[in-house]
Structure formats: structure tokens, C-alpha cells
């Protein structure tokens, strides 16, 4: 079984976030593989290890997948440390600035070039949070969707997952090939080992640009964009509220707030 | 005048409040034709609910596949109208289910997309707050129809009833949107209590409940509230995950958010900064929770909401 992990590169969920010129700012903080995306690697781990492992005499391999400026390599090599096999990574000028249609396209086409039975996404990145990426891909693909797992089953050729979001539970099987997102509650994501980090250095990263992929620059990036940003300005700080000290009075004061705010 | 296509939404059998949301929101753009999927059998009971703002038509789409293909069935059939029809813009409700649909639809029909809206200009100029709440964004869909996802509860409906007229129309869900069964499907559990996402007040509890939400659920049920929850709390099993505010939980915007024992966690605030208002009730000043609250005190969860909570009894005899 061939397993694909896509994980993006993404601002560290605790750094200020500034815009600039209507995109995000990504020079002047640290980045950070997207949270999110250690859960796809993990569950990836745990379904291989549960058929006859990666790597080495293993019968599987799992590829890490990204789009994104060439420092994309870091966050790429933590998810190989945790024990994925190899990377693929898509890096060109003219991706700056694509919109989630163009990442898919990317991602798609990445996915499309290798023989992958499994695609394997987080919900969405803690920067964009648009949580579309991985029913786009499969969309493209045309491969079954299954998407917001809290668990994954992986059985003779075909997946079972528990899609778990605001309208309940539902049970959706598909034969591969299929593209899955995992929620954060589906595990616990492994720390890399010394050995992981160490083994990862040798482990191969190829670098794609947009031409070996036969896609045209124009259908990327600003250009390529079929949304644009009008404009963007940051929003003044909340002005400071009411802060008090319960002095045993507390919950009448929150009362009186709320007759003042006219909810009671 | 050009039309505009908004998806209509359900819980169980009920039209949401967030349909009329999305008409109202229509409406300013042009003509607004609702599209009703339903199963087979159920479209005009759905249909007939359909008359929160200025809708001028219904369309009814029934199919067994909806329920049992999910996302890409849904998809395949709103694309297809879609691309009939080209409406200069179709707007859903944000959910995990819409934002999937809108970005399915988007590379069906080659269309611009843009997710969570907080509200939607005459002009087709989407609002966005992005960044923590930290920026204000504004942007237009430059290619095909407009697909554009509207946060529940970021613009009030109209109220104005309209009876518009009901069309039936057919669609088949094609091969390729079957890769995919859905096998079963468990609704979310009834609790009485307004839906998370489109309630007006909501009431959240941390892990300084410490697993006890019973002065959460009063205070909640005495302003007619939702109850909400940080991931300390879901992660403890103290509450359904279902109720979970925040980055991997819900988006909520209501008009009072009353966070009770929680710190404020990045994670958190990205579900819930968009409230209105927002009052906090910590025992730690320096909770980072406070830089958002329009009312907090300093003071303990367990004193200070049975306080409030008898407060409320005595203001409403
Ligand atoms: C990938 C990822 C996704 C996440 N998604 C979410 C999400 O969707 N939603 C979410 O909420 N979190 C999410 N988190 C977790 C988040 O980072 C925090 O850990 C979580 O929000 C903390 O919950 P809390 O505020 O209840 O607990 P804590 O941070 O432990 O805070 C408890 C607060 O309660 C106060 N307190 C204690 N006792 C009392 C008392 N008796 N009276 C009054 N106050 C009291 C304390 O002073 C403290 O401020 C996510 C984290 C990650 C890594």
C-alpha cells in the first residue's frame, strides 16, 4: 500500500500574523509543520504499522507531499523523522499567493504522478483554515472523499472511517483509491526519536517546480487566483472591557452588565 | 437582475435559521432561487418551510444519494444547476459539510471560492475576519459564479415571509460522486437546549469546571442559552465533543459568549472572537481570556455564576 501524507508549512499558531499587500505575511515569523498535519502522519504510521510496516522490508511506503517555498523543506523533514519514507516537495515563484483552487490543482497533480492508493490530509491548516484542500483533491482526483475522520480502517483494499463533525456521526466506506482528512482527536502524535531525526537526513526529498508538472504558472498563484483581495487592514484592538475583582458581589455585578446590555 | 442560488439547510426536518440568513444576504445581490436536497418523498414538506426573506423561487431536488453519498453527491448535483444556470452567486452556510460542498463545486464549475464570510456586500464583496480576529478582509470571487460560505449568525435575517413559487426539478448523481458510502448516520443528541451555532447567548465551560458543567447548564437554560465547551473539557470527556468551541470545534458568533473556567487558548478564541459580547468568568487576572472580554471578573466559576444565576431568577419575577 502507497500512502500519501500532504502537509503544509504554516506560520506558528502562537506568532502575531500580519498581512501584506492583501496575503499573509509569511517572512517574518516561524514556521512550523501545520499541526493539523501530524495527525495525517501519525494515523499514516499506525495504519502501515497495523500492515506490515514502512520503510526497510516493509510492505508500504508513505510519501510526504507540500507545496510552498523552499523552506517548506523543515516542516517536510519533521514529518519524515517521524518515520514517513520520502518527500515530494512543489516549490516555485510563481505559487506565491494561490488560492485553495490552485493548491489542490498542485496537489492533485503531484498525487497523480506517482501510484498512490491513500491520501492522507489534517482538517485544514492553522493559517488559511479554509478546510477545503482535501475534498478539493479528491474532487479533481475523482477518488472517494472521505473526509473528518475520527478513525480510520484500512482492510483489503478498502477504507471505512467515522466522519465526525456538527451533523453527527456517519460510517462512509470506499475502495481505494480515496483521500481521508483526520481530525485531532483521532491520536496522539509521536515525538520523533533521536533515531527518526538522525534516519530522516538520508531519507530522499525530490523538489518539483510547476514546469516538471506540466502545469502552466498562469493557472497559479495571484494570477491564476479566482478570488482577490479588495482590501485588508487590521482590525483596532478590542477596546478594553470591564474588569472586576469578585469581592463576593461578583455574579450581581455580571447581572447588572447584562440588564445594561439589555439581555435580560 | 442577475440570481443568486442559496443553498437551503435543514436540522432533522426543520428549515435552519441560517436559510434566512443566506436569503437575506441574497437578496441584495439579485433574483434568490433556494435549492432544496431532499430525499426522495421529503422536498415539499422542506420547501414549504422555506419563506424567510426575499426568496423568489424554490427548487426542489429530490435523491436517495444525497443521504448516502455524502459531500460529493451534493456536489455533483449543485454543480450541474450551477453550471445551467450560472447565478452570479451561491452561497452556503460555513460547516464542515458546507465549506467541503462549496469547495467541491468550486473545481466543478471553475469557479472562485471564498469560506466564512461574515457578510456579503450588493456588490458581491465578501467580509472576512481572518488572523485570530486580528484583520479584517475583503474580497470578490473574479471567475465563474461567486460560491461563498456565510458564517451562521453573521447577518440578521430579514424578516419579511415570502411565498415563493416551488419548481421540482430532477438531477441524477452521477458515477463518479459514488465512490464513497455512507454506511450509517447517527444525528447529533437533541438537548433541548438552542444549537450551538445558531444560538443567540452561549455559555462555555473549561477545565475550571473540573468536570462539574451543572453551574454552566443553569446559568445556560436561564438565559434560554447554548452550552459550549474548550477542548479541556471534551478532551475530558466532560462534555460531547459536539459542543466544542474552537479551532477543531464549532465557529460561533453569538450576540453574549460567557466563557466560564477557560484561558483562552489561541485555539479557542478562533472559534468564538466574533462574538459581540463577551463576558468571562476566570479565577487567574492574568488568563489571557480577558483581553477579549467586554465584562470579566476575576473570581471563582462556583461562586460567582450561583450568584449570578439567582441574580437573573430575581430580575425575571
Ligand atoms: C491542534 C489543536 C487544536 C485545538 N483545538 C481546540 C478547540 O477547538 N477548542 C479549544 O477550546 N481548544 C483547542 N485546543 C486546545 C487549546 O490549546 C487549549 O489547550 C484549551 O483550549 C484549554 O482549555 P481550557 O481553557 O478549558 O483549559 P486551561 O487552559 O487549563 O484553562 C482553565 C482555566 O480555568 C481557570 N479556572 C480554574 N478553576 C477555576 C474556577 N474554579 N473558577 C474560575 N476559573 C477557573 C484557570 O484560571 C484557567 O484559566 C487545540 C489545541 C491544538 C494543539
Known amino acids: 500500500m502507497n500512502i500519501a501524507v500532504c502537509v503544509k508549512q504554516v506560520p506558528d499558531s502562537w506568532a502575531e500574523k500580519k498581512m501584506n499587500g492583501g496575503v499573509l505575511d509569511r517572512q517574518g515569523v516561524d514556521a512550523v509543520l501545520n499541526d493539523l498535519d501530524e495527525y495525517a502522519v501519525e494515523e499514516a504510521l499506525r495504519i502501515v504499522e497495523a500492515h506490515g510496516g514502512n520503510g526497510e522490508g516493509g510492505a508500504n511506503t508513505i510519501t510526504v507531499i507540500s ?198 | 437582475m442577475s440570481e443568486v442560488f442559496v443553498l437551503a439547510q435543514f436540522v432533522g426536518d426543520k428549515v435552519a435559521k441560517t436559510t434566512g440568513e443566506l436569503a437575506t444576504c441574497g437578496a441584495r445581490i439579485g433574483d434568490v432561487t433556494a435549492i432544496v436536497l431532499a430525499a426522495p418523498g421529503k422536498g415539499a414538506a422542506l420547501a414549504s418551510q422555506v419563506t424567510s426573506g426575499r426568496i423568489a423561487k424554490v427548487v426542489v431536488i429530490e435523491s436517495a444519494d444525497f443521504d448516502k453519498f455524502g459531500v460529493s453527491a451534493s456536489a455533483a448535483v449543485l454543480a450541474h444547476i450551477v453550471g445551467e444556470h450560472k447565478p452570479a452567486a451561491l452561497l452556503i452556510t460555513s460547516s464542515a459539510f458546507g465549506k467541503e460542498l462549496a469547495g467541491c463545486i468550486a473545481v466543478l464549475t471553475d469557479s472562485g471560492l471564498i469560506t466564512d464570510a461574515v457578510d456579503v ?144 487558548a489561541i485555539q479557542h478564541r478562533a472559534g468564538m472572537q466574533t462574538s459581540k459580547t463577551i463576558v468571562v468568568i476566570n479565577k487567574d487576572p492574568e488568563a489571557p481570556i480577558f483581553e477579549l472580554a467586554d465584562f470579566g471578573v476575576v473570581g471563582d466559576l462556583f461562586s460567582v455564576l450561583p450568584q449570578a444565576s439567582e441574580g437573573v431568577k430575581a430580575h425575571k419575577s
Not at chain 1, 517555498?69 to 499567493?97: F, N, Q, W, Y
Open chain 1, 67 to 264: 507545496m510552498g517555498p523552499e523552506r517548506t523543506a523543515d516542516a517536510v523533514r519533521k514529518a519524515l523523522s517521524m518515520g514517513a519514507d520520502a518527500a515530494i516537495i512543489v516549490t516555485d515563484a510563481a505559487l506565491a499567493g494561490s488560492d485553495a483552487l490552485a493548491t489542490s490543482k498542485v496537489l492533485a497533480k503531484v498525487i497523480e504522478g506517482g501510484k498512490f492508493d491513500l491520501v492522507i490530509c489534517g482538517t485544514e491548516s492553522t493559517d488559511a483554515r479554509m478546510s477545503v484542500v482535501p475534498a478539493m483533491i479528491a474532487q479533481r482526483l475523482a477518488w472517494a472523499q472521505l473526509t473528518f475522520a475520527g478513525s480510520v480502517v484500512v482492510d483489503a483494499g478498502a477504507v471505512t472511517i467515522t466522519r465526525v463533525t456538527e451533523a453527527g456521526v456517519d460510517t462512509m466506506k470506499a475502495q481505494f483509491p480515496a483521500v481521508i482528512s483526520v481530525v485531532e482527536k483521532i491520536n496522539e502524535p509521536r515525538y520523533p526519536s533521536f533515531k527518526g531525526i538522525m534516519a530522516a537526513k538520508k531519507k530522499p526529498v525530490e523538489i518539483k517546480d510547476l514546469a516538471s508538472l506540466g502545469i502552466d504558472a498562469s493557472q497559479v498563484g495571484t494570477a491564476g487566483a479566482w478570488s482577490t483581495v479588495v482590501d485588508a487592514t487590521p482590525r483596532p484592538p478590542k477596546a478594553a472591557g470591564i474588569k472586576i475583582v469578585d469581592d463576593g458581589n461578583g455574579g450581581k455585578a455580571l447581572v447588572d452588565f447584562l440588564v445594561v446590555k439589555k439581555f435580560l
Open chain 2, 121 to 264: 456586500s450588493s456588490e458581491l464583496v465578501a467580509t472576512q475576519i481572518v488572523f485570530g480576529g486580528s484583520s479584517t478582509v475583503h474580497s470578490r470571487v473574479s471567475h465563474g459564479s461567486a460560491i461563498i460560505t456565510l458564517r451562521p449568525n453573521s447577518v440578521t435575517p430579514d424578516l419579511e415571509k415570502s411565498s415563493p413559487e416551488i419548481l421540482n426539478v430532477s438531477v441524477a448523481v452521477g458515477e463518479s460522486a459514488k465512490h464513497a458510502e455512507v454506511i450509517s448516520s447517527q444525528p447529533p443528541v437533541a438537548e433541548g437546549r438552542p444549537e450551538l451555532t445558531e444560538a443567540q447567548i452561549i455559555v462555555s465551560g473549561g477545565r475550571g469546571t473540573n468536570g462539574d458543567f451543572g453551574p454552566v447548564e443553569t446559568f445556560a437554560d436561564l438565559l434560554g442559552a447554548a452550552v459550549g465547551a474548550s477542548r479541556a473539557a471534551t478532551d475530558a470527556g466532560w462534555y460531547p465533543h459536539s459542543h466544542q468551541v474552537g479551532q477543531t470545534g464549532k465557529t460561533v458568533s453569538p450576540q453574549l459568549y460567557v466563557a466560564c473556567g477557560i484561558s483562552g
